[in-house]
C-alpha cells in the first residue's frame, strides 16, 4: 500500500457551481498507477466547497446556485460582512455543502456511479484560485 499527498491548484472561477472532475485528476497522475484505493480532497477555504454530484445536465449546477443563493444570500442578520455581502452567504454555503469528498478508486479510474463527477462550489463573488490537498491511499 502506498499513500501520496498533493496539492492541488484549480484556477479562479467565476461564483457558482462548476465541474472540476477533469481539471482535479489530471493533477494525480499516480492514479493511474492506483489498482485499488481511495482519493481524499479536501478544500482548503472557508468560502467554497467539494461535492459530488450529477455532472451531465449544466442546468443541474445552475438551479443548485440558485437554490443556495435564495437560502442563503441576503440574511438582515448576518453581521461578519467584513468582506462584503457576499462574506457570510459564502461560508454558510461551505458549511452545509462541505469541505471534503473520498472517491473509490477501482482498476486505476474513480469509481463513480452514473453522472457523477467532482463540483466545486464557488460561493464568493470575485475568488482567486481555490487549493485542494490530494490523499491517495492505493495498492
Not at 457551481?17 to 484505493?37: C, K, M, W, Y
Not at 450529477?54 to 437554490?67: G, H
Not at 467584513?82 to 462574506?87: I, K, Q, R, Y
Amino acid at each position: 500500500m502506498e499513500i501520496k499527498q498533493f496539492e492541488i491548484k484549480l484556477k479562479a472561477k467565476e461564483r457558482g457551481f462548476h465541474l472540476v472532475t477533469e481539471e482535479v485528476f489530471r493533477q494525480i497522475p499516480e492514479l493511474t498507477s492506483a489498482r485499488v484505493g481511495l482519493l481524499h480532497l479536501f478544500i482548503q477555504h472557508s468560502s467554497a466547497s467539494l461535492f459530488i454530484n450529477e455532472y451531465a445536465d449544466p442546468s443541474v449546477r445552475s438551479d443548485l446556485e440558485e437554490f443556495y443563493s435564495e437560502l442563503c444570500n441576503n440574511k438582515v442578520y448576518y453581521t461578519h460582512t467584513a468582506e462584503g455581502p457576499d462574506d457570510m452567504p459564502s461560508h454558510v454555503k461551505a458549511s452545509i455543502l462541505g469541505a471534503g469528498i473520498s472517491i473509490p478508486i477501482t482498476s486505476c479510474r474513480p469509481n463513480f456511479g452514473t453522472w457523477q463527477g467532482i463540483i466545486l462550489g464557488e460561493h464568493r463573488i470575485h475568488a482567486g484560485s481555490r487549493k485542494i490537498v490530494a490523499t491517495l491511499i492505493y495498492d
